[in-house]
């Protein structure tokens, strides 16, 4: 339920008292990356003085979703199938936390291949998800802000410049920084899926 706050506001004749509207809801936001596809249940609060999330609970399942696609270019039954249990079990989690929205983000596995756009749209068809697809450059800039979220990353990431990067299952995302700010994104396709795929398909590392 909105609940207002009531903000003084000065004004060259007076001071005026200008209501402030405070919004808090309990969302999903659900990760469908090329290894693992994770879950995060929050509460989050929209006042003037900004956003705030309070985690609820975290859940992470290995789906590989990125399986087979650096070679055929396409998402493959059984590792969709894999995907497909962990939103079942997410979607489930969701209701009996009481989220009121849930968003799920796909990343490398899903923009490289060719039925990934089907495969969003089956996903928001079945799960009532919204969905949203990240670009290369998008996925690095939102892990510099999710890692900066953080009060003492944060003020680490203002002291200086610094380099983050994020292995994922099929890509890398490198950002650098210069206090606290981002300088430059990239994003390259490798990653732990598809490297696997690519030079260890039978399993063996030596």
Do not use: Q
């Not at 693992?36 to 975290?58: E, N, Q, W």
């Not at 650096?70 to 894999?82: F, H, S, Y």
């Not at 210069?178 to 732990?192: P, Y």
Request: with cysteine.
């Amino acid at each position: 339920m909105p609940v207002t706050a009531r903000v003084a506001t000065k004004t060259k004749a007076d001071v005026t008292v200008t209501p402030v509207v405070r919004r808090s809801a309990r969302i999903a936001a659900i990760d469908i990356g090329s290894n693992t596809t994770r879950l995060m249940i929050a509460d989050v609060t929209v006042d003037a003085s900004g956003t705030r999330h309070t985690p609820i609970i975290r859940e992470s399942r290995i789906t590989r979703l990125a399986e087979g696609v650096d070679a055929r270019g396409m998402l493959l039954p059984v590792p969709v199938t894999r995907t497909r249990n962990a939103l079942t079990e997410f979607r489930a989690i969701a209701r009996e936390h009481g989220a009121v929205y849930a968003l799920a983000t796909a990343t490398s596995a899903v923009r490289d291949s060719d039925n990934g756009e089907a495969f969003l749209g089956e996903i928001e068809y079945t799960f009532g998800f919204d969905t949203e697809l990240l670009a290369g450059r998008d996925e690095a800039a939102w892990t510099w802000r999710g890692v900066t979220s953080d009060p003492e990353l944060a003020s680490e990431a203002a002291r200086g410049s610094g380099l983050l990067v994020d292995i994922g299952g099929g890509s890398t995302e490198v950002v650098l920084g210069e206090r606290g700010r981002e300088l430059a994104v990239r994003s390259f396709k490798l990653g732990a899926v598809r490297l696997t795929d690519r030079f260890f398909a039978d399993g063996s590392c030596t």
